[in-house]
């Protein structure tokens, strides 16, 4: 589970990165050290950063300050907020959907898989086909394994 869950949560944050990046490159006539407050409350780099960060930026701040600052909540943010977070902005359709979903978290506002990849086995199960005895075609033993996964 845990191997799953980190799998899927590095394709989640580098999807926020990169629509971060996208959105960033609208303001390109813009310089870092920009004042962040220029920037209407109802732009997706707004709504994206407010959707990560649960808070927005004021006066003092600047594009820079607010660009460092997400790239690091991205980076640290825990697995059950990552999973809140992403069901919004994927809802919202802000941010893609995922190859699957992170596993152990009660149900969110919306399922941010792609359709379908709930019936497939996460690539990180990379178990051989077993025996009724949980013998791969080797003679290896793989019983418990399974059991585990």
């Known amino acids: 589970m845990y191997d799953h ?8 944050k580098k999807n926020i990165i990169n629509k971060w990046d996208e959105l960033l490159k609208e ?9 962040w407050e220029i920037i ?16 927005g930026y004021g006066s003092g701040f600047t594009i820079s300050n607010v660009d ?3 790239r690091n909540e991205v980076e640290n943010m825990p ?10 902005l994927a809802f919202e359709g802000m941010l893609p959907r995922t190859s699957f979903m992170l596993i152990g ?10 359709i379908g990849s709930q019936e497939l086995d996460s690539p990180i ?18 019983y418990n394994e399974k059991l585990n996964a």
Request: aromatic residues 16%.
């Open 40 to 55: 209407q409350d109802y732009a997706d780099i707004v709504k994206l950063q407010k959707g990560i960060c649960y808070s």
């Open 27 to 35: 303001f390109g006539e813009l310089n870092m050290d920009t004042p």
């Open 79 to 88: 697995n059950y907020q990552l999973h809140e977070s992403y069901s919004y």
């Open 5 to 12: 869950n980190d799998m899927v949560s590095e394709e989640m």
């Open 68 to 70: 460092k600052e997400f």
């Open 125 to 142: 199960l990379n178990i051989p086909e077993l025996d009724s005895a949980g013998f791969d075609s080797n003679g290896v033993n793989h």
């Open 105 to 114: 978290f009660e149900w969110e506002k919306f399922d941010y898989h792609v």
